[in-house]
DNA sequence: AGCCTGTTTTGACGTCTGTCAAGCTAGAGA
DNA sequence: TCTCTAGCTTGACAGACGTCAAAACAGGCT
C-alpha cells in the first residue's frame, strides 16, 4: 500500500474545506472539523498550542512550568490536542517533545477565510 | 506614510493578535479568544455559523428546520454564538435575523496564520 | 381585545469536561 | 540490577454543557 507520490497533505487541506464563509458547511465535515476548534477552546490548551506553534518544537518540561497545574492536568490537555489531530509527540530519550501539525493549522486557518463577497457587508 | 484615513476594524484585527504561531500568546488573551474557538467546537453551532457567515443574513426561521433539534436548542447554540461575539442578531418585525461578525471571524483568521518561519517544518 | 406564529427563557436531566491525587511506565545512569 | 526522573493513565468529583418540554415574550392579524 505504497501512496508514495501522493502529495496527503496538500491533497487533505484543498480539497477537504471550503471557507466557512463561502458555503454552509454540511454536517459530517462539522463532525469531523469541530473537535479541533473545541479543542482550541480551552484557554490553557490555547496556550499550549501557541507554545507549541510558536517554536519548531516544544518539550513537555518547559510546557508544564508555564501553568499553576499539576503535570497530569498539562498531559491530558496536551492529550486532548494529540486527539484532535492538532499536535505530535515524539518521546526522545528521557523527554517528549511535542510539534504543531501544520496541515491542521492551515486547514483551520482556511476555514475562517473571509472572502470579499462577504467582507463587503462590513463595510 | 500618513495614517489619518486608517480604518479602525483594522486597528482591532492588527493590534489584539499576532498569529498563535508567531509568539506564544499570553494568558489574559487567551481567556478572552478561547470561547470563540468553543463556541464554534460543536458541530450544530459550526453548521450554525456557516449558514449564517454563507449569506449576508439569516433568519432563525431558515436555520431551525436544517436541523433535528428543538427550536429551544437552536435558539440556545444562537446565544452562545452571540455571547461569544460571533454573530449579531436583530428582529425586525416577525422574525429574528442573524448576521456574522466580520471583525471577530477576522481576528480567528489571523490567530490561526501559519508564517513562513513555521511552515519550513512542514517539508 | 384576543389569538396565532415565531423566538427566547426557564427548569430539569444525563453526559461531558477540567482538575487533582495516586499509581504506573519508559528511559538514563550508577 | 536498582533507583531516580519525566511523563502518562486511572479514578474520582465538582461544575459545565447539550438537549428537551413547558412557559414566557414579541409582533402581526383578525
Do not use: N
Not at 496536551?78 to 493549522?105: H, I, N, Q
Amino acid at each position: 500500500m505504497s501512496k508514495q507520490s501522493l502529495p496527503v497533505v496538500d491533497l487533505q487541506a484543498v480539497a477537504c474545506c471550503a471557507p466557512l464563509a463561502v458555503r454552509p458547511i454540511d454536517a459530517e465535515q462539522a463532525a469531523v472539523v469541530a473537535p479541533m476548534f473545541k479543542a482550541l477552546g480551552d484557554p490553557v490548551r490555547l496556550r499550549l498550542m501557541s507554545m507549541i506553534a510558536s517554536a519548531p518544537e516544544m518539550c513537555v518540561c518547559d510546557l508544564t512550568p508555564a501553568f499553576d497545574l499539576s503535570g497530569p492536568t498539562i498531559s491530558h490537555h496536551l492529550k486532548v490536542l494529540r486527539e484532535a489531530g492538532l499536535v505530535d509527540s515524539e518521546r526522545r530519550g528521557t523527554w517528549v517533545w511535542y510539534r504543531v501539525r501544520p496541515e491542521a493549522f492551515r486547514q483551520l486557518g482556511a476555514l475562517l477565510d473571509l472572502p470579499a463577497t462577504t467582507a463587503a457587508a462590513d463595510a
